[in-house]
Nanobody, 122 residues
Framework: QVQLAESGGGSVQAGGSLRLSCAAS????????LGWFRQAPGKEREGVAT???????RVADALKGRFTLSRDNARNTLYLQMNTLKPEDTAMYYC????????????????WGQGTRVTVSS
């Protein structure tokens, strides 16, 4: 069973920053594409950023410049750094795993974590 454990969510004022973490097993971390997604209340889930096994990073165009991905290989952990947060960034954020490079590119992710909630107040 794939285990992806998100953490780091919380409440922050607009303009603030948060760093979300996604911890995975060493095998999952090194073998598969991982990504961050979010779902705001009443809205559909949307992609935030992905990183493939070759290191290719894709960030949603609307979030470029504010959101970045980074990795800690020693901890098998993927981070999502979120800066200059806005109230519209309020959502549940999920870490997910794709099974193939094609799935990663076409945003077809199979396994999901439980999510971590981010609330941005104005």
């Amino acid at each position: 069973q794939v285990q992806l454990a998100e953490s780091g969510g919380g409440s922050v004022q607009a303009g603030g920053s948060l760093r979300l973490s996604c911890a995975a097993s060493q095998y999952i971390y090194s073998t598969y594409c991982l990504g961050w997604f979010r779902q705001a209340p009443g809205k559909e889930r949307e992609g935030v950023a992905t990183i493939d096994t070759d290191g290719t990073v894709r960030v949603a165009d609307a979030l470029k410049g504010r959101f970045t991905l980074s990795r800690d290989n020693a901890r098998n952990t993927l981070y999502l750094q979120m800066n200059t947060l806005k109230p519209e960034d309020t959502a549940m954020y999920y870490c997910a795993q794709a099974m193939t490079a094609a799935d990663c590119y076409y945003i077809k992710f199979r396994y999901w974590g439980q999510g971590t909630r981010v609330t941005v107040s104005s």
